[in-house]
Nanobody, 123 residues
Framework: QAQVVESGGGSVQAGDSLRLSCTPSGSGFSFHGVGWYRRVPGKPREPVAAIDRGDITNIPDSVKGRFTASMDNAGNTVYLQMNGLKPEDTAVYYC?????????????????WGQGTQVTVSS
């Protein structure tokens, strides 16, 4: 069964950087479109990046200039580079993948979701 797995979360200080990775798990499964989201308890899930196999990337204004997304050529790993982290970036970060090409912030477009990785930023 196809799945996605996030890694790279942790606890850092404000101003630090982290790079999250998302990899597919399952035979013959490679990425076509991937979204990164984050969730803080009590708040709705928030998109932070969307990228597709054609290297088209969307970053919402809330994190633009600090977060970037990239995908390796084989579609095997997607990265979320987070720079200049702030305490308000503290959240569980999720990777989601979809079978169709194209980037999207619409959670309904995604077929596979990871378990999430915790990012904690201290002031």
């Amino acid at each position: 069964q196809a799945q996605v797995v996030e890694s790279g979360g942790g606890s850092v200080q404000a101003g630090d950087s982290l790079r999250l990775s998302c990899t597919p798990s399952g035979s013959g499964f490679s990425f076509h479109g991937v979204g990164w989201y984050r969730r803080v308890p009590g708040k709705p899930r928030e998109p932070v990046a969307a990228i597709d196999r054609g290297d088209i990337t969307n970053i919402p204004d809330s994190v633009k200039g600090r977060f970037t997304a990239s995908m390796d050529n084989a579609g095997n790993t997607v990265y979320l580079q987070m720079n200049g982290l702030k305490p308000e970036d503290t959240a569980v970060y999720y990777c989601a993948a979809k079978d169709l090409l194209g980037e999207s912030y619409n959670t309904d477009d995604y077929d596979y979701w990871g378990q999430g990785t915790q990012v904690t930023v201290s002031s």
